[in-house]
C-alpha cells in the first residue's frame, strides 16, 4: 500500500478518500452503458454519495434508470461505503502480499473508530469475512422468497442486490415502492430487519461476542450497545405500533400480526436503514417526529449506520442522570465512564444539531412544502437514513446540495470534518477558573 504523507492527518484523509470516490462513482453513473435515460451530473452525484454514504435517498428511480451496470456501480459504492473506503485498501494491499505499515494501520484505526491500533487489521479480516458470507447466506434466504416470483436470474439477482443494500444499511431497493410490495412477507421482513441489525451494532461488538461467547465478559461497549439496542427497538416497535393503530392510510388491509410486524420493521429500519414497508407520507405526526428522534439517534459506533450513534446517545443520558442526582461518577455494569468522553459526546451532539438546524433552515426557503416534510428530509440525510415523505425527487438545486453535503456530514462525522480543517492549538499560558451564572 502507498504510504501517506504524515502530515496530513487521518480525519483528513478519510475525509478526501471520500471526495474522491464520490468523483469517480459520479464520472461511472454519467456512463451512457450506466442509465437508461440521460441524468444530469447533480443528479449522478446525488446518487453516488447517497451510495457512498449507505444512505439509499435518490432523485431518481434506482430499478428504472440505471441499467445492469449502473446498478452494479451502486451496489459497489455501497459495499465500499459501508465498510469502509480504508477497510479495502488493506484488503488489496493484503491480497497483493504488501506489507502494512503503522500509518496505514493509524488510518484503519481512524476509519473503523477504535481506541487503539492493536488489533485493527485482524479486526478488518473479520470484517470482511463476517460481511461476505453474512450476506451470502441473507441472498440465499430471500433467494426461496423471489426466485418463484420473478424467476432464477432476476430472483437471485434482487435478493443479493437487497442483502448487501441491507446489511450496509443503504436502502436502497431496485423497486419503486421499496418494499412496500412485500410488506406481508415474513421471510423479507425477517431477513432484512435481522440484516439491518447486524450491520448497525457494529462490527467492534459482533467480534467481542464471537471472542468472549459471555456477556458477563463482554467490554463495556458491547454491553451498552447489546441491551440498548433491545430496549430501544422495542419502544420505538411498542410507540409506532400505538401511533398508527387507528391509522387506515399507513396500514390499509394489514391483519394485527402484520401492523405489528410492520411496526418492528419501520422501528429498526429508521434508525439506520432507509428501507420500508409503508408508506412514509401516509404515516401519523406522532411517529414521523419519533423516527426523526430515531435517525438523529443512529446505529453503533464502527457500523454502517450514521446519526450521533447510540452510545453517544446514552453517555449524554447518563450525564444528565448523574448531574441531577449529583453523583461524582457514572457508573454502568459497574464500570466508570470517563468525563472526557462526555464532553466528546456533547461537542458531536451541538454540532451536530447545529448543521441540522441551519440545513432546515435553508431547507424551508428553497423547498415549497410544509416544515416537518423538510425537516424530515434532513434528519434522514443526517442519519444516513434514507427514509423520505416524498421530497427527494423534487428537490430544488439547492435542496440538493444541502442534502448531500448532510449525507457527506452524517457519514463522515461531526468531529472527522472538523478534525480534517481544524488545527491543534497548544495554549502556553493557563489562566484562573471562575464561575459563571448558567440556567
Known amino acids: 500500500m502507498k504510504r501517506i504523507n504524515i502530515r496530513m492527518s487521518p480525519p483528513r484523509v478519510l475525509t478526501l478518500s471520500f471526495i474522491m470516490l464520490s468523483i ?3 464520472c461511472l453513473l454519467k456512463l451512457p452503458i450506466a442509465t437508461t435515460t440521460s441524468i444530469s451530473w447533480l443528479d449522478a452525484l446525488f446518487t453516488t454519495v447517497s451510495a457512498c454514504t449507505v444512505t439509499g435517498l435518490g432523485v431518481v428511480d434506482t430499478g428504472k434508470v440505471f441499467t445492469l451496470f449502473g446498478q ?5 459504492l455501497i459495499q465500499v461505503g459501508g465498510l469502509g473506503i480504508m477497510s479495502f485498501a488493506v484488503l488489496i494491499a493484503i491480497m497483493l502480499g504488501r506489507k502494512i505499515g503503522l500509518q496505514n494501520r493509524i488510518l484503519l484505526q481512524q476509519a473503523l473508530n477504535q481506541t487503539n491500533i492493536g488489533g485493527v487489521i485482524r479486526l478488518a479480516k473479520a470484517l470482511f469475512l463476517f460481511s461476505f458470507t453474512v450476506e451470502c447466506i441473507a441472498t440465499l434466504i430471500l433467494s426461496f422468497e423471489w426466485v418463484p416470483k420473478y424467476g432464477v436470474t432476476k430472483g437471485i439477482y434482487y435478493s443479493f442486490f437487497h442483502s448487501i443494500s441491507a446489511f450496509n444499511n443503504a436502502g436502497f431497493s431496485v423497486w419503486s415502492d421499496n418494499l412496500m410490495s412485500h410488506s406481508h412477507s415474513i421471510i423479507v421482513n425477517f431477513v432484512i430487519s435481522s440484516l439491518i441489525i447486524l450491520g448497525g451494532i457494529g462490527f467492534t461488538v459482533i467480534v467481542d461476542i464471537k471472542r468472549k461467547k459471555n456477556f458477563k465478559n463482554l467490554t463495556l461497549h458491547s454491553k ?8 430501544i427497538n422495542i419502544i420505538a416497535t411498542l410507540f409506532i405500533f400505538i401511533f398508527e393503530f387507528h391509522n387506515s392510510l399507513s396500514m390499509r388491509g394489514f391483519t394485527p400480526f402484520e ?6 420493521f419501520q422501528a429498526i429500519s429508521t434508525r439506520t436503514a432507509g428501507f420500508n414497508t409503508v408508506d412514509i407520507s401516509t404515516l401519523s405526526k406522532p411517529s414521523l417526529l419519533l423516527m426523526m428522534l430515531l435517525m438523529f439517534i443512529g446505529a453503533g459506533s464502527a457500523s454502517t449506520g450514521g446519526g450521533i450513534k447510540l452510545t453517544t446517545f446514552l453517555i449524554i443520558f447518563f450525564g444528565v442522570f448523574k448531574f441531577l442526582q449529583q453523583q461524582e461518577d457514572i457508573v454502568v455494569f459497574k464500570k466508570s465512564i470517563k468525563d472526557t468522553l462526555i464532553v466528546k459526546s456533547l461537542t458531536i451532539t451541538i454540532i451536530s444539531i447545529s448543521f441540522i438546524f441551519f440545513a432546515i433552515l435553508i431547507l424551508s426557503i428553497t423547498e415549497r ?3 416537518l416534510m423538510s425537516a424530515f428530509e434532513v434528519f434522514s440525510a443526517f442519519g444516513t437514513v434514507g427514509l423520505s415523505m416524498n421530497l427527494t425527487p423534487h428537490l430544488t438545486i439547492i435542496g440538493k446540495a444541502i442534502i448531500i453535503f448532510m449525507m457527506f456530514f452524517g457519514k463522515m462525522g461531526p468531529l472527522t470534518l472538523a478534525f480534517s480543517f481544524a488545527r491543534k492549538k497548544n495554549r502556553k499560558i493557563k489562566y484562573p477558573n471562575e464561575d459563571i451564572l448558567t440556567g
Open 224 to 231: 451498552l450497545m447489546l441491551s440498548s439496542t433491545l430496549i
Open 369 to 371: 412544502v410544509p416544515l
Open 259 to 264: 401492523e405489528g410486524m410492520a411496526s418492528y
Open 72 to 76: 452494479c456501480v451502486i451496489l459497489t
Open 24 to 26: 469517480i462513482g459520479t
